[in-house]
């Protein structure tokens, strides 16, 4: 039962962070390395803001998404977008992005464990004999709002339907109007709101220390690779593969294993499936 | 009115577009006319932008160098180095080759999506989509990759008219399509002058549906205009009859 939980509770936390990084390789065909980065950024704006500046939690929270999701935009308008269509020159410069900012931010002093965020929710509950604290179930509701919202969004929206339509044909898109450009930014920003979202939700469970960025990041991936690059679905799948995988390494092995458990998925989903579990379908694509 | 001027297409070296002259009056239906690799598609992603967007893309990749040279004018105003959604934006629309609908949206996100640009008259525009398309009806709420070859013709250039385009482009439509549904997509490229006064050109390789249909048409031969006049004159025309109809 505690792994059952406690796996669900993970997997949907670990969908949240994921989501971001597939929306974002969805709509503008760019890995964002940074990700990982934005989020403990995100995490280390807001604890900044409420010790330093002393604003109370929520005004914080707030500024410290904005400001993450400004960085996101920032990354794609001053820099990929001179390099957007090179593949290789995306990465790296995304992940020495990423890189500069999480090395920045430990040699900013971001070390040991005084970083905290607060929790938003006290207390814990028992559910079926499991003690589940409120903040976790908070992450699952946090989680589960944002994915309807972004389902609305997508739906319904002129701007989510305009990313639809570049996410599977950008050229077919630019042909009706729609700037690529800008959805690019916009898939940067909603990208960033989700990393740092997470950030504020997930930090309080532990401490805010740097190596989180690079475990995003990792997972991230992971996730993004397994469930299909670029697929929405397959991202939420695929978390609850890896989520689920996690936790029985947990009990079962050791902490330390979990990210070699994540690594191998990449490795034996590459050589498998290497189009990942909900990659394009191709027998879609030519029908004349 | 939609005017290109002494447009010169390079690839690389090689030359797709050989100084073309085109003119397309309000309301009218131009055709463009040529076998395959004549130069059509790429003379109307020249007229859409899309080729500056292929030349970047390409730039980029370390690819092919594609320079392009003259005029694309829309209403006196010279577009030639605008960005294809800037253009879709003044109202020159692509239907391009191939359709390239979107395949994991239903056929009503299709439309939607393709009402981008205008979404106060998307209740109307829909309307006269699925008016002279009928049949989409039937299928709003499937996948478009799912669709057949002609359902896929007619979804792309209702999508296309979604947009309330002043220009529609439309590229290679009959391409694949059986007879039955090459008549229907005739029928509403006549429709769609005659109701909304849009401006039409047409690039095909099979030529006998269209002629009838258009105002003006324009025959290509290895990128360059050899012959242009009205519908009658190259009906009329003993080459074009050869090469066109088979007689």
Redesign the interface.
């Known amino acids: 039962m505690q792994i059952f939980i406690y796996g669900l509770i993970n997997s949907i936390s670990l969908s949240l962070v994921a989501l971001g990084f597939t929306l974002v390789y969805s709509i503008s065909r760019i890995p964002n390395f940074a990700h990982g980065a934005l989020y403990v950024a995100t995490g280390y704006f807001a604890w900044i803001l409420m010790n330093l500046f002393h604003f109370n939690y929520f005004i914080s929270a707030i500024l410290s998404v904005f400001l993450s999701c400004f960085i996101g935009a920032m990354i794609y308008r001053l820099v990929l977008i001179k390099?957007?269509?090179?593949e290789i020159s995306e990465v790296i410069a995304t992940y020495a992005i990423g890189l500069a900012i999480i090395e920045g931010l430990r040699w900013g002093g971001l070390r040991g464990a005084t970083y905290t965020l607060p929790v938003i929710v006290p207390g814990s509950i028992e559910i079926f004999g499991v003690i589940v604290d409120y903040q976790r179930l908070f992450a699952v509701f946090v989680g589960l709002v944002i994915f309807l919202f972004f389902y609305i969004f997508i739906k319904f929206t002129?701007t989510g339907?305009?990313l639809?339509?570049i996410a599977?044909?950008e050229?077919?898109?630019?042909?009706?109007?729609?700037?690529?450009d800008k959805m690019a930014i916009v898939s940067f920003i909603l990208g960033s709101a989700i990393a740092g979202i997470s950030a504020l939700i997930i930090f309080p469970l532990g401490n805010i220390v740097v190596e989180a960025g690079y475990n995003v990041l990792v997972f991230s991936i992971a996730v993004s690779i397994i469930g299909g690059l670029g697929s929405w679905l397959g991202a939420v799948i695929a978390s609850f593969i890896i989520g689920y995988a996690q936790i029985l390494t947990e009990v079962f092995l050791s902490t330390h294993y979990q990210m070699v458990i994540a690594l191998l998925a990449i490795i034996i989903t590459l050589l498998i499936r290497p189009s990942g579990l909900f990659g394009k379908?191709k027998e879609?694509?030519?029908?004349? | 009115m939609l005017e290109v001027t002494n447009l010169m297409v390079f690839y690389e070296n090689m030359l797709a577009i050989n100084n073309v002259t085109l003119t397309a009056k309000k309301g009218s239906i131009v055709g463009v006319f040529g076998s395959n690799s004549a130069g059509k598609s790429t003379l109307m992603y020249s007229i859409s932008g899309i080729i500056l967007d292929i030349k970047k893309k390409e730039a980029m990749k370390g690819g092919e160098r594609i320079t392009v040279f003259g005029k694309v004018i829309f209403d006196s105003k010279d577009i030639t180095n605008l960005l294809p959604h800037e253009r879709a934006k003044m109202g020159i629309v692509l239907c391009p080759e191939r359709r390239r609908i979107f395949p994991e949206s239903s056929v009503l996100e299709n439309l939607k999506i393709g009402a981008y640009l205008d979404k106060r008259n998307e209740k109307k525009n829909l309307e006269y989509v699925l008016n002279i398309f009928p049949r989409l009806k039937d299928h709003l709420n499937r996948q478009g990759g799912f669709l057949s070859g002609g359902e896929q013709q007619m979804l792309a250039i209702g999508r296309a008219l979604m947009a309330s385009p002043s220009v529609l482009l439309l590229d290679e439509p009959l391409l694949g399509l059986s007879p039955y549904y090459q008549k229907i997509v005739v029928d509403s490229i006549k429709d769609i002058k005659a109701t909304k006064n849009i401006t039409v050109i047409v690039a095909e390789q099979y030529a006998r549906p269209i002629i009838p249909v258009i105002d003006y048409g324009y025959i290509i031969e290895n990128g360059s205009s050899v012959l242009e006049g009205t519908s009658e004159s190259l009906l009329n025309n003993p080459d074009v009859k050869s090469a066109y109809f088979g007689v």
């Open positions: 390099i957007r269509g090179m002129k339907l305009a639809k339509g599977q044909d050229r077919a898109a630019m042909m009706l109007g729609i700037d690529s379908q879609l694509e030519e029908r004349v």
